[in-house]
C-alpha cells in the first residue's frame, strides 16, 4: 500500500485539471498578449480565472495578479512595497519562523539599509499582539505574516493582528503568507484588513510554477521583474495559460463544499494524533487539533533521527517530510523549530504530516500500524 502524507510540500493535481491543462497546451495554446483568434481563445482562460479568485477572495479582479508561486509572491510584496515606500518609511516586520520565502527576503533588504523587526513567538507558534503592537512605528512599509505556519500548522488570528496593526499605523501595510492557508480557510482580504496576499496552485491540487498575489489598489508597490509590460506593467513575461487556468479550475474545486472537506480533514487529523501520542514518547508540536490547520501534524519521534524514520517509512510506501520540504536538506534547526524553542532532542527527531482532501483514513491507519512496528527497532539502535 501507498500513503501520501506529504500534501504540505505539494498535492497530486485532480484529473479535471490536468485534463484543462492538457486542452490549453494542444488545442487552445495561443499567446494571449497575441491579438489574432488563437490569442484572444487564450486571454479568455486568464480572464475566467480572474472572475473565479476576485470571486473567492470577494476582491476586485484588477487585484489579482499571478506569479511563478509562492516564493515569487512573498518577494514581490516585500520587495515591492519596500522600494516604492522608501521615502516615507524604512521598516519592516515579519515573524521569526517566516518561510524562507519572506525571511530571506527579509535578510536581503537589511543588506539593503531597512530595519528589520523579527518577532518571536511562543512555544505553539503564536504571535503576541502586545508584541505586534510595539513592533510597528511610525516608518513601518509593511508588515509580513504567515496564515499557517508550514511546518507544525500554527494559525494566526490574521484579523486581529492587522487591526492592531492598522490602529497603531494605518500607512502600514499588512501582507500574509496564505500560501498553507488557501484552501483550508476562507479568506476575504478587504474584512481582514490584509493588503497583500501570497497564494500557490500546487498546495491544493494545482499546477506547480502558478500563484498569485492580491494586491489592495490603494497598495504603493513597484514590479520586481521587468518587460514585455504584461498584466498592466506590474508583472513581465509571457501569461502561463496552462498553469493559471488549472490553478482556477483547481481553486474552485476545492472551494465547493469547503467546510465539509475540511471538517473530514480534522477527523482524519485527530485520528493520526490520537494514534501517534498511543506510540509514546511522541511530542506533537504546535497548537491543540483543533485550534491548527487541519491539515498539519509535526511529531517528534524520541530517540529517532527524522531522517531515518523518514526512508523507513519511504520503504514501505509511506511518504512525510523531515521538518518542512524547504528544509529537508538542511542540517540547522529550521526557523520555526528555532523559534518555538524545540530542544535539539525533538529537533532532530521532528516529521510533518500533512493531509489533504483526497487524503484517506485506510493512510492514516496504515501509516500507524507501519509505525508501530519500525519504532520499537528503530529505537533499540539509536545511537548512544
Known amino acids: 500500500m501507498e500513503a501520501y502524507l ?103 533588504l537589511e543588506k ?39 511546518e507544525i500548522g500554527a494559525v494566526q488570528d ?37 493588503d497583500m496576499l501570497s497564494v500557490s496552485s500546487h498546495k491544493l491540487h494545482g499546477p506547480k510554477g502558478v500563484g498569485l498575489l492580491y494586491i489592495d489598489e490603494k497598495v504603493k508597490i513597484v514590479p520586481i521583474i521587468y518587460g514585455g509590460g504584461q498584466q498592466k506593467g506590474m508583472r513581465s513575461g509571457t501569461d502561463n495559460v496552462p498553469g493559471i487556468a488549472g490553478f482556477a479550475l483547481a481553486a474552485n474545486l476545492t472551494y465547493t463544499d469547503l467546510d465539509s472537506k475540511v471538517e473530514r480533514m480534522y477527523q482524519l487529523k485527530q485520528k493520526l494524533v490520537d494514534g501517534l501520542l498511543a506510540l509514546g514518547d511522541v511530542h506533537i508540536h504546535g497548537m491543540a487539533v483543533r485550534e491548527g490547520a487541519p491539515h498539519i501534524v509535526s511529531a517528534a519521534f524520541v530517540g529517532v533521527r527524522s531522517e531515518v524514520l523518514l526512508h523507513t517509512l519511504e520503504d514501505r510506501g509511506i511518504y ?18 528555532q523559534a518555538i524553542q524545540a530542544p535539539r532532542q525533538l529537533t532532530e527527531s521532528t516529521v510533518r504530516f500533512s493531509l489533504a482532501e483526497t487524503t484517506t483514513e485506510e493512510e492514516i491507519d496504515y501509516c500507524l500500524t507501519v509505525l508501530g512496528e519500525v519504532l520499537p527497532m528503530l529505537r533499540r539502535y539509536t545511537r548512544r
Not at 493535481?13 to 492538457?22: A, D, K, N, T
Not at 488563437?38 to 499571478?66: D, H, P, S
Not at 490602529?167 to 499588512?174: A, D, F, L, Q, S
Open 320 to 337: 512525510v517530510s523531515a521538518g518542512s520540504a524547504c528544509s529537508t536538506h538542511k542540517r540547522n534547526a529550521s526557523p520555526t523549530m
Open 158 to 194: 490574521i484579523a486581529a493582528l492587522s487591526r492592531i496593526i492598522k490602529e497603531k499605523n494605518p500607512h502600514t501595510y499588512v501582507h500574509v503568507d496564505a500560501i498553507q492557508a488557501f484552501g483550508k480557510y476562507h479568506i476575504y482580504p478587504k474584512r481582514m484588513g490584509i
Open 6 to 108: 506529504d500534501n504540505s510540500a505539494t498535492t497530486r493535481v485532480f484529473p479535471e485539471v490536468v485534463e484543462l491543462m492538457v486542452k490549453t497546451m494542444s488545442e487552445d495554446y495561443g499567446n494571449p498578449s497575441s491579438m489574432h483568434t488563437k490569442g484572444v481563445e487564450a486571454e479568455q482562460y486568464i480572464k475566467e480565472a480572474t472572475k473565479t479568485f476576485a470571486q473567492i477572495l470577494k476582491v476586485q479582479e484588477k487585484e489579482i495578479y499571478y506569479t511563478s508561486g509562492g516564493t515569487e509572491s512573498d518577494n514581490w510584496a516585500l520587495i515591492g512595497t519596500a522600494l516604492a515606500n522608501r521615502r516615507t518609511g524604512n521598516h519592516i516586520v515579519v515573524t521569526a519562523m517566516e518561510h524562507p520565502a519572506v525571511g530571506a527576503v527579509a535578510d536581503f
Open 112 to 150: 539593503q539599509g531597512f530595519a528589520v523587526t523579527r518577532l518571536s513567538v511562543d512555544e505553539k507558534g503564536r504571535i503576541d499582539p502586545e508584541k505586534m503592537k510595539e513592533a510597528v512605528r511610525e516608518d513601518t512599509i509593511v508588515v509580513s505574516m504567515m496564515y499557517v505556519n508550514n
